[in-house]
């Protein structure tokens, strides 16, 4: 067994003592507060390049997090940067309409088909809870069906069986949401069309919609069994409700045109973030031309936003979005986060590790269970106290994942194969730390 190094990190110590008596828990999201692998100081950053992220303290971390999933090219692109410099050099914020709202909603819907028009917003959380409301406007119905362990955003509908933070703290709910709210939301297990049925046979008459992660990422990456997506089309077509794909996260960033694209699934309204913003708070949701129609001016369901369509946003998003279709992007991601995947898989089973890895493009998962993962339940039988050795390990060898079993990580353009053999090497040294 080696000895695990230990990296000190005493203005991060520092930053975070201060930053307890400003911040609830000393934070701005809870996830960054690592309560889930067992507490401790957080990284604090000063800046980020390419694939590398560097504490105050100094330390270098190849990082698996990336903002989240936006920075898929990686950390300040330099043509990213100053497409946001040239911009913010003729004004941070306007509060009118720019052509650079025209041009990125020109790029999003000519690459996702199911969306004809669009409506920027400022975040994903946004994005969802505006999409919600525009699918009761629609049909006039309440009711909305969600799945177990998917996150969509802090509003006070969506916090019922959410995955990510939420599981993390042990909080099956968040406090403050109303039963009367509560109630307007249905919850089926992800993977289960039969669970699905069983709700439209009792309620179908009021379900507005269903909302997921088409593929899940905030209970970790878990991709959608055979058949399920079309299944939910199918019943979402019999019942007269609309289905709405949350691709806050994999939109953009497991293919060009999405989960939907991927799988050739139509929603009839999606939702979209993190990379459309390419590292600025960005989200966006948009479908077909008729259900659109509704939204305030042209319609009567209200929703407004005095930074939604931000010059810098749309800079930055639209720069991203060009640097994505050089060629071969989208075949190299997904080649390279196979690779990483599949040597984690490998060492697992040299160690004799329980284990099951899910992936697809440029975003996947190790869970430290002993059976395949297809849903929340699934997930929540990982080992969670070897994740958090493991976890630590790997941060104290330079390696940043998702501080979570209940989070996806990502890669980016700039992970490969150097940084592939480093996290690697890594982990064969952490698990030869932490196996017994």
């Known amino acids: 067994m080696t000895t695990t190094p230990t990296r000190q990190r005493p203005l991060s110590d520092a930053a975070f003592e201060t930053a307890k008596t400003l911040l609830p828990g000393g934070v701005n999201s809870p996830v960054r507060a690592f309560k889930s692998v067992g507490g401790g100081t957080p990284l604090f950053l000063q800046k980020a390049k390419g694939a590398t ?12 997090v990336l903002s989240w999933g936006p920075a898929i090219l990686g950390h300040a692109h330099p043509q990213v940067v100053e497409a946001v410099r040239e911009t913010a050099l003729n004004g941070l914020s306007f509060g009118c309409p720019t052509v650079l709202e025209n041009l990125l909603a020109k790029a999003v819907i000519d690459r996702f088909p199911a969306m004809e028009t669009v409506r ?9 809870m505006s999409a919600i409301r525009l699918a009761r406007a629609f049909t006039g119905r309440k009711k909305l069906i969600k799945f177990e362990g998917c996150y969509h955003g802090h509003a006070d509908s969506l916090l019922v069986k959410a995955g990510s933070g939420v599981a993390t703290l042990g909080i099956p709910d968040s406090a403050g949401i109303s039963p009367l709210v509560a109630q307007e939301t249905l919850t089926a297990p992800f993977n289960d069309l039969e669970a699905v049925m069983a709700l439209f046979e009792a309620y179908g008459d009021d379900i507005a919609g269903v909302l997921i992660e088409p593929v899940a990422g905030n209970m970790g990456c878990v991709l959608p069994m055979n058949g399920f997506l079309q299944g939910l089309r199918e019943m979402c077509n019999a019942y007269g409700s609309l289905l709405i794909f949350d691709e806050v996260m994999t939109g953009f960033r497991v293919h060009s045109g999405g989960v939907q694209t991927l799988y050739n699934i139509a929603p009839d309204i999606t939702t979209l973030g993190k990379i459309i913003g390419g590292g600025m708070p960005v989200g966006a949701y948009g479908g077909r031309a008729d259900i659109m129609a509704n939204v305030a001016p042209q319609g009567t369901m209200y929703q407004a936003g005095t930074l939604s369509g931000n010059p810098l946003g749309m800079a930055a998003g639209l720069k991203t979005l060009q640097l994505l279709e050089a060629p071969n992007t989208y075949e190299t991601l997904d080649a390279n986060a196979k690779k990483l995947v599949a040597g984690m898989a490998g060492l697992c089973e040299q160690f004799k590790l329980p284990h099951s890895t899910q992936q697809v493009g440029a975003m996947f998962s190790l869970f430290f269970v002993e059976a395949p993962v297809h849903n929340f339940a699934d997930v929540c039988k990982t080992d969670r106290a070897f994740f958090n050795q493991f976890f630590w390990g790997m941060l104290n060898r330079g390696i940043y994942l998702a501080p979570s079993p209940f989070e996806a990580s990502f890669t980016s353009v700039c992970h490969q194969q150097a940084e592939i053999d480093a996290t690697l090497n890594a982990m064969e040294d952490t698990l030869r730390s932490v196996v017994i």
Request: overall charge negative; proline content about 0%.
């Open 53 to 64: 992220i560097t504490d105050i303290d100094g330390h270098d971390y190849l990082d698996y």
């Open 120 to 128: 920027f917003v400022s975040s994903g959380t946004e994005a969802v």
